[in-house]
């Protein structure tokens, strides 16, 4: 079946460290999305993708990066920047926003 | 400005009563889409609805129905009958089709947290 995924479901993260998240789809979608959501503050765009070797940035960058070297992969690299990480993350992908987002089951990063 | 405003926050009922929640957006062009979308506890936000810009006609699907008025840029949303499995966080979202490129991404609302009690 067709279909996002993203992994880690759980993620912990020492002070001063970075870490990957992963996501992968299988459903040829040309674009990507990285999402963060906060309780009560919804959905923020961190990065987004809209052709492999190509991102632009989103709302909340800042201490973020991101890659996009295969049309199925668009790992997200949550860096030591990053003032406060603990959230949930989403990643989506899209034939275009038009036709809306696929969702992974997101991964929930906390640093401990 | 938000482009897609949800105002309630968090909404409760007991079941089998019936819901809306409330979803106003903002934009300039004449093409758009809007949806809808439903994440429960796990997390995973699941595609409820999809409508363009130029059908104005109310739908239906089974004890969900969504409204959308153009005069007043809203798009609500309506459960009938609410059950227990309803709970959970709905997005209201918007795409323009405007300038730039045709890909591009979805303006999110804040969600509505409804909780169906027993």
């Known amino acids: 079946d067709g279909g996002i995924t993203q992994s880690p479901k759980y993620l912990f993260r020492k002070e001063g460290q970075n870490v990957t998240l992963s996501c992968e789809q299988n459903l040829n979608h040309d674009a990507m999305y990285w999402y963060r959501q906060d309780p009560g503050q919804g959905l923020r765009l961190i990065y987004y993708?809209?052709?492999?070797?190509?991102?632009q940035k989103g709302d909340i960058a800042e201490g973020y990066s991101v890659s996009r070297e295969k049309k199925e992969s668009f790992p997200l690299t949550v860096t030591s920047a990053q003032k406060n990480p603990t959230a949930f993350y989403l990643c989506?992908?899209?034939?275009?926003?038009?036709?809306?987002?696929?969702f992974g089951s997101g991964t929930r990063l906390t640093v401990v | 400005a938000q482009k897609v405003t949800q105002a309630q926050t968090e909404i409760s009922v007991v079941e089998k009563e019936d819901v809306t929640l409330d979803c106003v957006y903002e934009?300039?062009?004449?093409?758009?889409?809007l949806f809808w979308y439903k994440q429960p506890p796990s997390g995973e936000l699941v595609f409820l609805i999809r409508r363009n810009s130029f059908d104005e006609q109310n739908e239906i699907s089974g004890r969900y129905s969504w409204n959308f008025q153009k005069s007043t840029s809203s798009f609500n949303f309506t459960i009938t009958a609410s059950q227990v499995v309803d709970s959970a966080v709905y997005f209201c979202?918007?795409?323009?089709?405007?300038?730039?490129?045709?890909?591009?991404?979805?303006?999110f609302g804040r969600g509505t947290q409804l909780t169906v009690w027993p």
């Open positions: 989506a992908s899209s034939i275009g926003p038009d036709y809306g987002y696929t």
């Open positions: 979202a918007l795409s323009e089709r405007g300038r730039g490129s045709t890909l591009g991404r979805l303006y």
């Open positions: 934009t300039r062009d004449t093409t758009y889409y």
């Open positions: 993708s809209q052709i492999v070797n190509d991102f």
